[in-house]
């Protein structure tokens, strides 16, 4: 089983810049391709970033290429996700899921719980 945990999420102006991270543990993770998500209100999942094995291949949406930018430290089984030039749309609860695959693939097998970033006008 593989556990994934959020942090980082806040409230920020729009313009400003936050770094989510998302620490993974449980006896089976491999350093699996891994991405992040976000969910808004009334609004389905959309896909944000994603990361392969070791790093070499990234994935963006259309709505953060250029804003966001997506790592990972696999000695500390930690992805993060910096979010830079922050406007309201961003809003959404964001969530860290992980496949079970080293590239970067349609399915994720594993989510966290979420965090929420709320950017004001």
């Known amino acids: 089983q593989v556990q994934l945990v959020e942090s980082g999420g806040g409230l920020v102006q729009a313009g400003g810049s936050l770094r989510l991270s998302c620490a993974a543990s449980g006896r089976t993770f491999s350093n699996p391709a891994m991405a992040w998500f976000r969910q808004a209100p009334g609004k389905e999942r959309e896909f944000v970033a994603a990361?392969?094995?070791?790093?070499?291949?990234?994935n963006y949406g259309d709505n953060v290429k250029g804003r966001f930018t997506i790592s990972r430290d696999n000695a500390k089984n930690t992805v993060y996700l910096q979010m830079n030039s922050l406007k309201p749309e961003d809003t959404a609860v964001y969530y860290c899921?992980?496949?079970?695959?080293?590239?970067?693939?349609?399915?994720?097998?594993?989510w966290g719980q979420g965090t929420q970033v709320t950017v004001s006008s």
């Open positions: 899921a992980a496949s079970n695959v080293p590239y970067i693939a349609r399915t994720y097998n594993y």
């Open positions: 990361i392969s094995r070791g790093g070499g291949t990234t």
